[in-house]
């Protein structure tokens, strides 16, 4: 079940009907059991997956919480690890391991038979395997106190609008709103529909129409010219962030209109100056627990320069192989970690010759903002391209001159089309710093925008079903 269908439609208006005449705790159980309804929508077999997980957890955490002894609270966290790095290894790096073995033996001349499973990939498992882990490491730090209420922890895993997608929460951001009762304000029922059509917008009128142009570019066998391919990256830019954060929006949305507040995932990524500030404003929720949770725990930036380097670099190359069990990922992670380490060098020079960078705009940050653009968009490329062999050849094309093709207009007017009207609101969001910006507007103004925002998508948006680009990860 994907937000953008009509299943889902019918689904959270019954489930919202019924959410708001039952008192607190029936509530949580309406979630939990409408919470396992939209996952079994995808495949009821993987419901044992997520249940286990679950129980594992709940339990590993009460047993870390019961004793003081070291020992046997690094071992219940050990088994806690296993089991859900283990489930997240199987199902989703197996084959991938597996068939870039026998490739490697067969490439020194040992002729092997692979040993391949066809695994399905649970969807959502990153996600709510990250959860998972992050609660019981919090328990284990004594950073969160156990959850004594299975049903409460339950939820908090499988909570159907961050479920498949994101944001990764932590336990002290939702249990506590899932173990209180709530109320329902007018002002969270106006945010979080805004939030919800925002979201749509992005997903229907922006993301899955560029995914037209990027689709054709990046697609196998396809000869575009140096010009296509950087609208093609450009287009890509702006279908990932629309895909992903109008997921991330409609989730917010959706869980605020049911008085609960999801964490922000995004802020303006495309607006940033350095590296740092991306991974500060983009996947946030990922970002985050990955510095909590591998980065700081190899070291972080307490040993020398070198030693700050190495973590980054295995930070991001984790972090890249988390979204895909492909090697476009790994190099897509790598890559990431060599601009985060530029990154570094470059502050770190210009505090040695005393420049820094205004807080205001001027023609040195748009400058500034223009390059870390094109940074993140080469990133991009990598991050979309189908194999190692299309990064090379897409990569020789956008480093030769460039002539335009008989698709160069079409794909140029295409990227306006879809990108400008997003621009707009995105960048008077950025300028005023509130990604509720639009809600502060004088009344004339803001339905002003939504009529534009409800105009284009409803006329123009694709309302062909298309699943989130995150939910294959």
Request: glycine letters at 8%.
């Amino acid at each position: 079940m994907v937000f953008n269908s009509f299943h889902f439609v019918v689904f959270f208006v019954a489930v919202y009907a019924a959410y708001r005449l039952l008192p607190h705790r029936p509530q949580n159980w309406l979630l939990l059991g409408a919470s396992y309804y939209f996952y079994a929508a995808w495949d009821w077999r993987f419901l044992g997956l997520l249940w286990s997980q679950t129980v594992v957890d709940y339990f590993c955490a009460r047993a870390i919480g019961a004793t003081e002894d070291r020992g046997r609270r690094r071992f219940w966290l050990l088994i806690s690890l296993s089991f859900n790095l283990g489930m997240l290894g199987f199902f989703k790096y197996f084959n991938f391991f597996a068939d870039s073995l026998t490739a490697l033996l067969t490439g020194v001349g040992l002729q092997v038979h692979p040993v391949t499973l066809r695994i399905a990939l649970p969807i959502g498992i990153s996600f709510y395997t990250f959860m998972t882990i992050s609660y019981v490491v919090d328990v284990y730090r004594r950073h969160y106190p156990v959850e004594r209420s299975f049903l409460n922890f339950a939820l908090f895993i499988a909570y159907f609008p961050h479920l498949v997608a994101g944001p990764i929460l932590r336990a002290e951001k939702l249990i506590p709103q899932l173990a209180a009762p709530r109320t329902i304000a007018y002002a969270d029922i106006r945010e979080g529909a805004w939030l919800i059509a925002w979201g749509f917008f992005q997903k229907l009128f922006v993301a899955d129409n560029l995914a037209k142009l990027v689709d054709e570019v990046f697609r196998t066998g396809a000869t575009p010219s140096g010009l296509d391919v950087l609208l093609g990256v450009y287009a890509f830019a702006f279908q990932i962030f629309g895909d992903f954060a109008g997921y991330s929006n409609i989730a917010r949305g959706t869980s605020k209109i049911m008085g609960i507040d999801l964490s922000i995932n995004f802020l303006y990524p495309y607006f940033v100056l350095s590296p740092r500030a991306f991974w500060r404003n983009w996947h946030i929720s990922l970002s985050s627990w990955l510095r909590d949770y591998l980065y700081l725990p190899l070291g972080g930036n307490r040993g020398s320069r070198w030693q700050t380097e190495r973590n980054l670099m295995i930070t991001m190359v984790l972090g890249g192989l988390w979204h895909g069990a492909a090697w476009t990922f790994v190099i897509w992670g790598l890559y990431q970690g060599l601009v985060l380490v530029a990154g570094r060098w470059v502050e770190s020079l210009g505090r040695r010759l005393g420049v820094t960078l205004p807080g205001r705009v001027t023609p040195a940050t748009v400058l500034a903002g223009f390059v870390m653009f094109h940074v993140t968009c080469y990133g991009w490329l990598i991050f979309r391209a189908s194999s190692l062999s299309q990064i090379g050849s897409l990569t020789a094309v956008l480093a030769t001159p460039w002539v335009a093709s008989a698709q160069s207009a079409t794909y140029g007017a295409a990227l306006a089309r879809y990108a400008l009207p997003f621009l707009v609101i995105h960048t008077f969001e950025a300028l005023h710093r509130d990604l509720l910006a639009v809600l502060r507007l004088p009344t004339a103004y803001r339905y002003a925008v939504y009529g534009a925002v409800l105009y284009l998508t409803l006329l123009f948006g694709d309302f062909g079903g298309a699943q989130f680009i995150y939910f294959q990860f």
